[in-house]
């Protein structure tokens, strides 16, 4: 705030602060985030001159610093168990992905007329809202969010326009790209007999 | 505060306050950051509006289109988020922690006297000594950036003196679920 006397007050400029693409931390934090590995070779890739500064010998000399050998010790160890526990956290997170279900069901709402509920989108990525529009467009009928008896949410499209449904996955058209066709089952459930 | 936050089920709601009560944030804001009034123009300017989010525990989060800007708890003081503080480093007193302490910050620990009167620490010197509840900056050693934004547990003259317990509460970090909240 040194020119802000003469003249007419001037603004303080934003300093442009560069986030590493891997973790968002600026990159002198990526040390610490789980990734570093990763984060190191973006560096390295995208601004050599600061992965000079940071990652040089000299640089990790200087670092350590204060610290004792042991607690630096200490820390790399962490560090690289973080990434080893962060990787297989991703990993897991996309076997899950990969075996979740999408079924498309559909519901006898008497004897000639069928609503199509489809499940389990949210585990793909997919917006929910947006999908249910596209399927309403598309089939120029009713489409919406709702939630179903076990308090998940599921898109309910009126009409039976479950092999539609199947056919636009496949093709992955707009908002329900990325689910992989294998995963999507075609359920058929018949209304319960009243008690008659 | 945000080490556990989801956008779809803590907010409220948005809308926009007031423009008398805009004006009053603004002349609060003025008043406790070091920041002159052309900077903040610069943040957050008069045309635009800004927007209030509601959420849990009464933290109010107010963004301008869309980029959440900063946020307070209750009735407390003005924090700007990290990466609004990362551009204009100023407007907060800086304390600095430790490399070891780094590793606990960014698990959202808060932050002890030793880990600021150690000699990788950094408290401001006794003619600028910060009262208690005072929002600071916290650095790290050896780092140019902020880790994260928190509030003097003890005035920073009582933390030499005492060198013992909390010394500064964490309210954001690098990494916490409001660091992810690029857009509202």
């Not at chain 1, 990526?30 to 390295?44: D, I």
């Not at chain 1, 939630?147 to 199947?166: C, M, T, W, Y």
């Not at chain 2, 780092?143 to 013992?164: C, F, P, Q, W, Y």
Request: hydrophobic share 40%.
């Amino acid at each position: 705030m040194s020119s802000s006397d003469q003249q007419e007050p001037q603004a303080v400029r934003p300093i442009e602060v560069l986030y590493c693409q891997i973790c968002t931390f600026p990159p002198e934090y990526c040390e610490f985030g789980s990734s570093l590995t990763r984060c190191k070779e973006w560096l390295q890739g995208a601004r050599p001159q600061l992965f000079e500064k940071y990652y040089s010998d000299e640089a990790l000399q200087s670092k350590i610093g204060t610290l004792s050998l042991e607690a630096q010790a200490k820390l790399e160890k962490d560090t690289a168990k973080k990434e080893a526990k962060a990787e297989a956290k991703a990993d897991a997170a996309l076997k899950k992905k990969m075996a979740s279900q999408v079924s498309i069901k559909r519901i006898e709402r008497n004897k000639r007329k069928h609503v199509t509920a489809i499940h389990g989108l949210e585990a793909f990525d997919i917006d929910l809202k947006k999908a249910a529009k596209f399927l309403a467009q598309k089939f120029a009928t009713g489409a919406s969010v709702t939630k179903n008896a076990q308090g998940q949410d599921e898109i309910v499209v009126q009409g039976d326009v479950s092999d539609d449904v199947l056919e636009l996955m496949e093709g992955g058209a707009g908002p329900l790209k990325g689910v992989p066709a294998d995963n999507v089952v075609i359920i058929e459930e018949k209304k319960k007999k009243a008690s008659e | 505060m945000f080490k556990k936050f989801t956008p779809s089920t803590d907010i409220a709601g948005q809308t926009p306050p007031k423009s008398s009560v805009q004006r009053s944030i603004r002349a609060a804001v003025l008043q406790q950051w070091k920041i002159g009034p052309e900077t903040l123009e610069e943040i957050w300017p008069k045309k635009e509006s800004l927007i209030h989010v509601k959420c849990r525990e009464h933290i109010s989060i107010y963004s301008v289109q869309s980029v959440p800007l900063f946020f307070q708890h209750f009735d407390g003081p003005f924090y700007p988020t990290l990466r609004l503080l990362h551009r204009y480093p100023s407007i907060l007193p800086k304390v600095g922690v430790d490399r070891g302490a780094i590793r606990f910050l960014l698990a959202g620990a808060p932050m002890m006297c030793p880990g600021l009167t150690s000699a990788g620490g950094y408290l401001p010197p006794s003619e600028e000594a910060l009262p208690k509840g005072t929002a600071v900056a916290v650095h790290a050693e050896g780092k140019e950036h902020a880790v994260g934004i928190g509030i003097t547990e003890l005035s920073t003259e009582d933390m030499r003196k005492l060198n013992k317990d909390v010394a500064v509460e964490i309210v954001t970090y690098l990494g916490d679920d409001l660091w992810a909240l690029q857009n509202l």
